[in-house]
């Protein structure tokens, strides 16, 4: 698989205040993200991963190192429309995600911007709202859905403006249990169609999902590795105040007890095909 983001010694300053102080939020980090895969970022709160994901997307344009988006280097302004239009994003908070009053509008939002002829706009905002199973709820309007339908509109509205790259900033975070398996779901699908999905979450379960996780801390890269090498390292995850999933927990508790549970148990789903085999 090629690249399709390259991050080389990144550095990103916030100049704050009167005397224009520099606040380090993302500090010298280098990593790649090939085309097609699904990598989930962790870390505690003030970590960076918000900061870097507005690096990636051009909303925010790096301090020193080098980003590229395929091929494409963020710190060019005559870049920033490419790179925007390949890599999507989806923030916490739908409700300051959706601009109409209607479903299929707000879909309709971005490719509108983008000059899309009617015609296309039509066929890819009903693609869309089919992706992530809202094409019923297409003449509703969004302040009476779920939280959950609210989110998988503002991701059918990302998907519209058919980018390569999709970066979720703790899309799940508002919901219920209920709406954050229905956006996940949507993410997982999306993936599985070739989109190329950064997911950055609080939620381990989600995490245990992805091909890849980092783990930040500190504006650094602090692990990486497979959903499997990462929460083997339960340890060191304490020390950076973040969790195992539950069900990594359980299998460590079992195997404490002489059981043998094999180490890529990582979600409850996988726990129960393993029981229950
Ligand atoms: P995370 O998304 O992991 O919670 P952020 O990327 O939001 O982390 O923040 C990283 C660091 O940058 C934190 O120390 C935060 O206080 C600081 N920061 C974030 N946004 C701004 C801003 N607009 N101005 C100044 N500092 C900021
Ligand atoms: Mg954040």
Known sequence: MTDFIKVK???FDYIKGEEGQAVRAIDDISFDVKKGSF???????GSGKST???????????????????GLDVALPE??????????????????????SIVEDDVAFGPENLGIDSAEIRE??????????MYQYRKKAP?????G???????????????????????????????????????????????TVILITHFMEEAAQADK???????????????????KRGRELKELCLDVPAAVELAMKLRGKGLHIPEDILTENDMVRFLCQ
């Open 143 to 147: 302040h009476l859905l779920s939280g």
């Open 124 to 133: 890819r905002v009903d693609d869309a709202l089919r992706g992530v199973e």
């Open 149 to 195: 339908q609210k989110q998988r509109i503002a991701i059918a509205g990302a998907v519209a403006m058919e980018p390569d790259c999709i970066v979720f900033d703790e899309p799940t975070a508002m919901l219920d249990p209920r709406g954050r398996g229905e956006v996940l779901s949507a993410i997982k699908k999306l993936n599985s169609k070739g989109i």
């Open 52 to 70: 870097l994901a507005k690096n990636i997307n051009g909303l925010l344009t790096p301090t020193s190192g080098k980003l590229s988006v395929d």
């Open 213 to 231: 996780i980092m783990v930040m801390d500190k504006g650094k890269i602090k692990m990486e590795g497979t959903p499997e090498e990462i929460f």
């Open 39 to 45: 990598t989930a970022i962790i870390g505690q709160n």
């Open 79 to 100: 870049n920033i429309w490419e790179v925007r239009s390949r890599v999507a994003m989806v923030f916490q908070n739908p409700d300051n995600q959706i601009v109409s």
């Open 9 to 11: 010694n990144l550095v």
